[in-house]
């Protein structure tokens, strides 16, 4: 079976990772902002179209491809085997600590509300859901050397 490809952006802001729930779906649990590449679209582009969508944020950066790793779905009922990219975005500004946002991905489906925060990196992350925390510590290997990230925690 071929894997599904998809695509996760770690989004930092200072020294904060953006996280979200889902507030009518709690048992969804904590996650960062991911997605389908649709047919003939780059992983730039998907993820950074993905992102977007489920934040509603302008500005975005894309700053790295951070790797990629074969994850198994099905213990949790969806499409079995994903290839996930994992990016590195980033924003400036103030950003609100928190807000709410309804991803509206142009499907038939109704909008999803999400509730969007930011943890503090680096150990304030709660655990994300299905292994999207798996390339944390790359994310924090390569921003080591960023101001964001220094002895001003």
């Known amino acids: 079976m071929q894997p599904r490809a998809k695509v996760l952006a770690y989004i930092t802001n200072k020294n904060r990772l953006l996280v979200f729930s889902h507030p009518d779906f709690p048992e969804a649990g904590i996650q960062v902002p991911a997605g389908t590449q649709e047919p003939g679209e780059t992983l730039e582009a998907a993820v950074m179209r993905e992102a977007c969508e489920e934040t509603g944020l302008v500005g975005l950066k894309l700053i790295r491809y951070l790797g990629d790793r ?80 220094d002895c001003r925690f």
Not at 100 to 125: C, M, N
């Open 70 to 149: 074969t994850y198994d779905m099905s213990p949790w009922g969806g499409y079995s085997l994903q290839q996930r990219h994992f990016f590195h975005l980033k924003i400036d500004g103030n950003i609100p600590n928190r807000w709410r946002h309804y991803e509206t991905s142009g499907s038939q489906r109704d909008p999803i509300l999400f509730e969007l925060f930011w943890a503090k990196l680096p150990d304030r992350v709660p655990h994300l859901v299905a292994g999207q925390g798996e390339m944390l510590p790359t994310l924090l290997s390569n921003i080591a050397g960023d101001t964001i990230l």
